[in-house]
Structure formats: structure tokens, C-alpha cells
């Protein structure tokens, strides 16, 4: 089942991507996914989006850290090797490139997540922090090429304009 976004977002997805249809398994658990057209050795490269309301004051350092700890979970060989914060007073942001090894299908892949953390106010309720998160996951040898699209795509992500305003 997909999950809801804590706030409205609008986004355009890069040329070629198509939204991943829901009994893909990319959409479970997320409030929107997306695939790219070009399978890497039978691992199709993704884009999710997921997010929550943030009642307490973690850093989104914090939210970060806690987002490679849940991947350890399931994964082999976690290793964050890219962090940056983004100070913008209006949205500010983190980037983290997590490098792991999964089981996908019957077959242990090299993949690389690129996460981007953003911190938006409700729009209705500026008080409310919700914090957004947009990840790419690809190969390791497809990383790279699909990573520009993934960066087209977080420079259109913003709240959804309210009607009437």
C-alpha cells in the first residue's frame, strides 16, 4: 500500500521515467516511485518519494544517520560516502550517497542510493515541520548516468501551491 506525503508536493519526472505502477513493489511503503526506462543487468534504476511529520528536533544529519541504520537492516557493506547540508531558510536540505549490497530478485547487487532530506513547512500549519525524502536508487555501474536525471528532478520538487493563494 502507498503511503501519503505529510505535505503537498508537485515535481516533474525527468524525460523517459514513468511512474512505477503500484504492484511493482517500488510503490509499496512510498508515497510516489518511479522507474527508469533502461533496465542495468535485470535492476531497473528508481526514484521514491516518501516523508513524515517531524514532531521532534533531529537534525536532518540525525534523520540521515537513522536512514543508513534502517538500511543496514536489510542490506550488507552500508556505507554513507557523501553527506552535505543545504542551509536555505526557506527548505533547507541534506545529500547523502549511501553505498550497499542487496539480495534483489535471486541476485546480490552492488547498488548506490542517492537521498535528498528536505524540510518543509505545512503549508496550512507553518508551525509543523515534515520532512521529505526523494532517493535514487541504481547499480553501481548505472549510478552515475542516471544521477543528472535524479538532480533534474529534486529542482522541481516544491510544495504545492495552495488553491486560492
Known amino acids: 500500500m502507498a503511503a501519503s506525503l505529510p505535505v503537498s508536493i508537485e515535481f516533474l519526472l525527468p ?67 557523501h553527506r552535505r547540508e543545504v542551509d536555505s531558510p526557506e527548505i533547507p536540505a541534506l545529500t547523502q550517497r549511501v553505498n550497499f549490497s542487496a539480495v534483489v530478485g535471486d541476485t546480490r547487487r552492488d547498488l548506490v542510493q542517492s537521498q535528498v532530506y528536505l524540510s518543509m513547512p505545512d503549508v496550512e500549519e507553518p508551525h509543523k515541520r515534515a520532512i521529505v525524502r526523494l532517493a535514487l536508487t541504481a547499480t553501481a555501474t548505472q549510478h ?19 488553491a486560492g493563494s
Not at 533531529?58 to 560516502?81: G, N, P
Open 144 to 162: 552515475d548516468t542516471v544521477l543528472g536525471d535524479f538532480q533534474d528532478f529534486v529542482r522541481t520538487v516544491r510544495p504545492q501551491a495552495v
Open 15 to 81: 524525460t523517459g521515467w514513468r511512474p512505477a505502477r503500484p504492484e511493482s513493489g517500488y510503490a509499496s511503503a512510498v508515497a510516489f516511485a518511479a522507474v527508469h526506462p533502461q533496465p542495468d543487468a535485470g535492476f531497473t534504476a528508481n526514484i521514491t518519494v516518501d516523508g513524515e511529520y517531524r514532531p521532534d528536533a533531529a537534525t536532518l544529519a540525525k534523520l540521515a544517520d537513522e536512514s543508513v541504520e534502517r538500511l543496514r537492516e536489510v542490506a550488507k557493506s552500508v556505507v554513507a560516502t
